[in-house]
């Protein structure tokens, strides 16, 4: 997977669709700093993830930004999404590459380096460590620290995501400790401060 140093923004829905969110997806993603958007959709019943998913990948679509899916290879399938996200307690990798293919498919490695190994070794397209700062998004139970980066661009070069509580406070320490990427949502959809244009734009 290519790795474009100015694209360094993963972008993951909202909770909810709220009422205006497909309006600032699209002034959101014509930032040119975004490489991937993952719906990430709970409580929502697979029809409507459907419905929601088709209308978002068009918007991925036109502003050349790769839609992934989290959790489910068969939803990703379904939508013809550029890839899958997995955490440990989802599929394993193995199946959901003969589900989808050479397709995008990325692994949810905590704070582990044993994680992060047998997930390279399964030839995951990028794996992700978190949480590196407390999240209004999720409940996390792993904390990771900037050493677990530097530790891992030692012995690999499949790219990795940061996760967790990311803001344009902090962003730029990951980004100079080897994080390629950082998946951000709480900060551009629950923003109090900014509109989630305002805020994408503060992550220079």
């Known amino acids: 997977?290519?790795?474009?140093?100015?694209?360094?923004i993963y972008l993951i829905s909202p909770n909810k669709i709220y009422k205006n969110f497909y309006y600032n997806?699209?002034?959101?993603?014509k930032n040119k700093k975004i490489s991937f958007f993952q719906l990430r959709l709970k409580n929502y019943s697979?029809?409507?993830?459907?419905?929601?998913?088709?209308?978002?990948?068009?918007?991925?679509?036109?502003?050349?930004?790769?839609?992934?899916?989290?959790?489910?290879?068969l939803l990703a399938l379904k939508l013809d999404a550029d890839g899958c996200h997995l955490g440990q307690k989802d599929m394993n990798i193995n199946l959901a590459k003969k589900i989808l293919g050479k397709k995008i498919i990325g692994i949810t490695c905590h704070n582990s380096m044993?994680?992060?190994?047998?997930?390279?070794?399964?030839?995951?397209?990028?794996?992700?460590?978190?949480?590196?700062?407390?999240?209004?998004?999720?409940?996390?139970?792993?904390?990771?620290?900037?050493?677990?980066?530097?530790?891992?661009?030692?012995?690999s070069k499949t790219p990795v995501v940061a996760i967790g509580g990311i803001n344009s406070e902090n962003y730029k320490n990951l980004l100079l400790n080897n994080a390629n990427f950082l998946?951000?949502?709480?900060?551009?959809?629950?923003?109090?401060?900014?509109?989630?244009l305002q805020a994408i734009e503060r992550l220079k």
């Open 1 to 8: 997977m290519k790795i474009n140093k100015k694209k360094f």
């Open 114 to 155: 044993t994680l992060a190994k047998k997930a390279i070794k399964a030839k995951a397209s990028y794996i992700a460590f978190g949480s590196f700062y407390s999240s209004q998004t999720k409940k996390t139970k792993y904390q990771a620290s900037v050493k677990i980066l530097n530790k891992y661009k030692k012995f």
């Open 46 to 73: 697979q029809k409507k993830q459907i419905i929601i998913g088709k209308k978002i990948k068009n918007i991925c679509k036109n502003n050349k930004v790769k839609f992934i899916i989290n959790d489910d290879p």
């Open 183 to 196: 998946a951000i949502s709480g900060y551009i959809w629950k923003n109090k401060k900014y509109k989630p």
């Open 25 to 29: 997806l699209r002034l959101v993603l």
